[in-house]
């Protein structure tokens, strides 16, 4: 099993900037893969980064270029710098885990656990 809580969403103005937490506990396995979807109300879940299995990081290409992942594996933390807000980002974000996926944004909604989500929004 796998625990994921995520923290340090809030509220900011177009050009902000928030940073993510995502402290993860249980099965080291059961996460070698690791990312950050997100979902606005009426709108599917987006994919917006990955961590692989080696360490390489992915993003959507919304976001490129403006969010960065880092994780503190002594922590057991993984982190979503989010820079240059825009009104667009403004959505729910959920950091999620798996034990294998492919390498790609696209593939993090449907990871097997998830945490509770923390709120993003950014006014214009």
């Known amino acids: 099993q796998v625990h994921l809580v995520e923290s340090g969403g809030g509220s900011v103005q177009a050009g902000g900037s928030l940073r993510l937490s995502c402290a993860a506990s249980?099965?080291?396995?059961?996460?070698?893969?690791m990312g950050w979807f997100r979902q606005a109300p009426g709108r599917e879940r987006e994919g917006v980064a990955i961590?692989?299995?080696?360490?390489?990081?992915r993003y959507a290409d919304s976001v490129k270029g403006r969010f960065t992942l880092s994780q503190d594996n002594a922590k057991n933390t993984l982190y979503l710098q989010m820079s240059n807000l825009k009104a667009e980002d403004t959505a729910m974000y959920y950091c999620?885990?798996?034990?294998?996926?492919?390498?790609?944004?696209?593939?993090?909604?449907?990871?097997?656990?998830r945490g509770q989500g923390t709120q993003v929004t950014v006014s214009p």
């Open positions: 999620a885990a798996a034990t294998f996926s492919s390498c790609s944004p696209r593939s993090v909604p449907a990871f097997g656990y």
């Open positions: 961590i692989c299995s080696d360490g390489t990081t």
């Open positions: 249980g099965d080291t396995s059961s996460r070698s893969w």
